[in-house]
């Protein structure tokens, strides 16, 4: 490999990232090859061209947005709940579901190094994420003796240790050719002034492009393809840190295929209106999540389903999402990079752009969805930092109540 930096000095001063090679004569053989094959790998083009539109208006008309229909699982009776949940139990054991975890980030935020879903709780005893999820799936064994397949979706960052978590722990005593793993893809990160960052004088820092990766990366790993193989008919796709997610719903699954939808989310109503907390609406007809922000205030009533990343497809959907370019957003963040004297340097306040897709875009590519209402306290027990409404302890005191095991 060519380790000389004239090859690259021609497109980084095109798109005036010349930074990248400050430390170029100071780096050993081995690293001047990795930072030129990844400044090789890097579409600067096309990071040019997500800053310039990101800072473009995003707002949307309010003459554009109109509330969208929604059924509440309380309000549902025992009937409708027995009829519903037998057509998705008829799905469930002909194994025509599959499971998505989105596990791709870090403990960061929990003060935690390593892969997130490894991040573990003491319930007594000790659980991590993960174990909390595959729970779910060792319950439906009990009580039919089915092994639904689970899908992962790791990042760069934590794909290694990920695999190496489950192979310790014997994949939670689960079939292993059950479960199986895909990487989500990267991005650089760049600083205010659009300059890519650099994570080391001989590397590039990235960062993973968003939940909404996940249709492309899927199929990219092979799996669309398996699970049209194995006659496969559904997918939900859920996060790793909400430990009372239900990842095999039968009365959710149930209401989506009676009503002939391809696709369906479950949501908790929004309490505090004046949050800014992102609701489903419908824009342009289409379903949609948007930033309240958008919302005349006197409107704001209306609109108060809020997202929990518990989401359905049916595998056609996916097959249609897995060849569409969903939009990216742009994240303003905190984030370590090496200054102009090679040194690390951690900043006190945001001072770079993360770019992620996000999952809630694929629905507006739909008509209609199946947004189904649920209690909070029964599924809802997220574990997003270590202050806030959404802690260890307050996740672990909503699983205790529900569990019963106060």
């Avoid at 989500?184 to 600083?191: C, F, K, R, V």
């Avoid at 990343?309 to 905190?334: D, G, Q, T």
């Avoid at 102009?340 to 770079?352: A, F, L, R």
Wanted: net charge negative.
């Amino acid at each position: 490999m060519n380790t000389e930096p004239h090859a690259p000095e021609q497109i980084l001063k095109k798109y005036n990232q010349e930074h990248l090679l400050n430390f170029f004569d100071e780096l050993t053989v081995s690293e001047k090859e990795i930072l030129l094959s990844q400044i090789h790998h890097v579409d600067f083009d096309k990071m040019q061209q997500l800053y310039l539109r990101s800072k473009m208006d995003d707002s949307i008309p309010s003459q554009r947005i109109t509330p969208i229909p929604f059924l509440v699982k309380k309000e549902l009776s025992a009937d409708e709940k027995s009829n519903y949940s037998n057509i998705g139990n008829k799905i469930i054991n002909s194994q025509k579901l599959a499971i998505i975890t989105l596990a791709g980030g870090q403990g960061t935020r929990l003060g935690y190094k390593g892969p997130k879903g490894s991040y573990e709780i003491d319930v007594p005893p000790k659980k991590s994420l993960f174990e909390f999820a595959c729970d779910n799936l060792k319950r439906l064994y009990e009580s039919s003796g089915i092994y639904l397949n689970w899908y992962i979706m790791t990042s760069p960052s934590n794909d290694l240790a990920t695999k190496n978590y489950f192979d310790a722990k014997n994949y939670f005593d689960y079939p292993k050719d059950k479960i199986k793993f895909f990487v989500q893809d990267t991005l650089p990160i760049i600083d205010i002034n659009a300059k890519v960052i650099l994570e080391t004088p001989y590397s590039i820092k990235t960062g993973s492009n968003g939940n909404g990766d996940v249709f492309r990366a899927f199929s990219d790993a092979g799996f669309l393809d398996e699970l049209e193989q194995n006659n496969i008919e559904w997918v939900f796709i859920g996060g790793i840190d909400n430990i009372l997610l239900k990842l095999v719903d039968p009365l959710f699954l149930g209401l989506t295929v009676a009503g002939n939808y391809q696709i369906a989310s479950k949501s908790i109503r929004k309490v505090d209106l004046a949050s800014s907390d992102w609701v489903f609406a419908n824009v342009d007809g289409h379903p949609s999540i948007i930033d309240p922000k958008n919302l005349d205030i006197k409107d704001m009533d209306k609109y108060n389903q809020k997202n929990i990343l518990a989401h359905l497809f049916s595998v056609s959907a996916l097959r249609k999402l897995s060849n569409i370019e969903l939009p990216y957003h742009r994240a303003f963040k905190k984030c370590d990079f090496i200054n102009s004297e090679g040194m690390k340097e951690v900043p006190i306040k945001p001072n770079s752009f993360k770019f992620e897709k996000f999952i809630f875009d694929a629905f507006a590519l739909f008509d209609k969805i199946l947004l189904l209402e649920i209690e909070s306290n029964e599924e809802f027990a997220p574990i997003k930092s270590f202050t806030g409404n959404e802690t260890p302890e307050t996740a672990l005191e909503l699983y205790k109540k529900y569990y019963n095991l106060l």
